[in-house]
């Protein structure tokens, strides 16, 4: 059976994981995992997709992953990527989608976590990207800036965040403006730099050279 994204975003059941998985974040200090962030990792994995010239299928499955790709914090944070992995097989499973969709996802789901994460196929790659890249001051949810971790501090000092990607050079450029009075660069690759070198495999597998751009000083 063919489930479509529109079939994902109205299950109840895959939604009530997400804000779940999300308030046990929120409990753990860490930034938001929710609606927002999950649905502009679908979007921008799918238009990658899109725009690299993949088919239309895959970029929809690359979407669908996109959007489920965290319900395993629900479970807990450690090993998230495969926990959740296996939630989704079985959800996707009871909702008829065909095994070879099924695989797809699954795939990129377990493997979209750093510390054990590969882009083993283009949809892979494609959630990777997504995902590593959402970084913005709207995901801080401490308000005490006095009491910000790493974390918060690094997240809250990005004032402006896209991504460019030049198809004629095969280059995709993460773009952050930084308030370096919040966080100086160094810490940022601090906490990101493992990341960032995650991203630039993911890009890699998609024959694209990925580059990170801070204030407008190439970095990557």
């Known amino acids: 059976m063919k489930i479509t ?7 109840e059941e895959i939604n009530t994981y997400i804000c779940c998985a999300d308030s046990s974040l929120r409990a753990l200090g860490y930034t938001e995992h929710s609606f ?26 690359a979407r669908i992953a996109g959007y489920m790709h965290d319900i395993g914090n629900v479970v807990n944070r ?30 990129a789901i377990g493997n979209h976590d750093e510390a054990t994460a590969y882009p ?4 892979a790659a494609a959630l990777i990207l997504a995902d590593k890249t959402d970084v913005r001051r709207s995901r801080v949810r401490n308000q005490d800036i006095q009491s910000f971790d790493i974390h918060d501090r690094v ?4 004032e402006e965040s896209h991504v460019e990607l030049d198809t004629e050079h095969r280059t995709l450029t ?23 070198l995650l991203c630039r495999k993911a890009a890699a597998f998609l024959d694209l050279t990925f580059r990170l751009k801070i204030n407008g000083q190439e970095l990557l």
């Open 78 to 107: 450690i090993d998230h990527a495969q926990s959740g992995a296996i939630m989704a097989f079985r959800i996707l499973d009871k909702m008829g989608m065909d095994p070879a969709d099924t695989a797809a996802v699954i795939t």
């Open 174 to 196: 993460s773009c952050l403006t930084i308030n370096t009075e919040i966080c100086p660069v160094m810490d940022y690759f601090e906490i990101f730099l493992q990341r960032m």
């Open 120 to 123: 083993v196929n283009a949809i």
């Open 155 to 158: 997240n809250y000092a990005v």
């Open 5 to 11: 994204y529109q079939d994902i975003c109205r299950s």
């Open 36 to 61: 927002a962030h999950v649905t502009k990792t679908a979007a921008f994995a799918s238009e990658l997709l899109e725009k690299l010239g993949y088919p239309e299928h895959e970029a929809e499955l």
